[in-house]
């Protein structure tokens, strides 16, 4: 009888161990507006999974608002790229009106590397998507999601 306590004591301090580290585990989801992932973007999430290997990581080409959870992430980054100065960004505009503005991060590219999307409330990256604006952007968004997932 005592062998099957020890057993099943164990059995019990390792599964509340798995079950403990899976609430510790954070998530992030990342959403590719129209399936659009240029190498830029790719290089963006590629860090992110690089970066934040014991983070859940959900990523989404083809966004279905009936089907995605936004309170089941720590963090949402959406990302776009800038076409005719947002008049016809119209999905980019809903989901920065809809999600929580306090988790979510929008990743906009553009031509110019001069424009900045000056929608107020929301937190933007802007870019150009050159190799060169890389470490910078990256930059941005890597203390976004450490800032979201402590």
């Given at each position: ?13 390792f ?8 609430l ?29 290997p ?16 936004p309170?089941?992430?720590q ?15 119209s999905?980019l ?12 991060l929008?990743?906009v ?30 930059n ?11």
């Amino acid at each position: 009888m005592k062998k099957i306590n020890f057993y099943l004591g164990f059995f019990l301090f390792f599964f509340a161990l798995s079950v403990f580290s899976d609430l510790q585990a954070k998530s992030i989801a990342v959403i590719y507006i129209k399936g659009k992932v240029t190498p830029y973007k790719k290089a963006i999430t590629d860090s992110i999974i690089t970066n934040f290997p014991n983070d859940k990581i959900l990523l989404i080409d083809h966004f279905d608002k009936k089907t995605f959870k936004p309170q089941d992430y720590q963090a949402i980054i959406v990302m776009d790229q800038l076409e005719a100065w947002t008049l016809f960004n119209s999905q980019l505009k809903k989901l920065s009106k809809s999600l929580d503005a306090n988790k979510t991060l929008f990743l906009v590219t553009a031509g110019d590397p001069d424009w900045i999307w000056k929608k107020k409330g929301i937190t933007a990256v802007t870019s150009a998507s050159r190799e060169d604006k890389l470490p910078s952007t990256w930059n941005k968004v890597k203390i976004f999601l450490e800032e979201k997932l402590k």
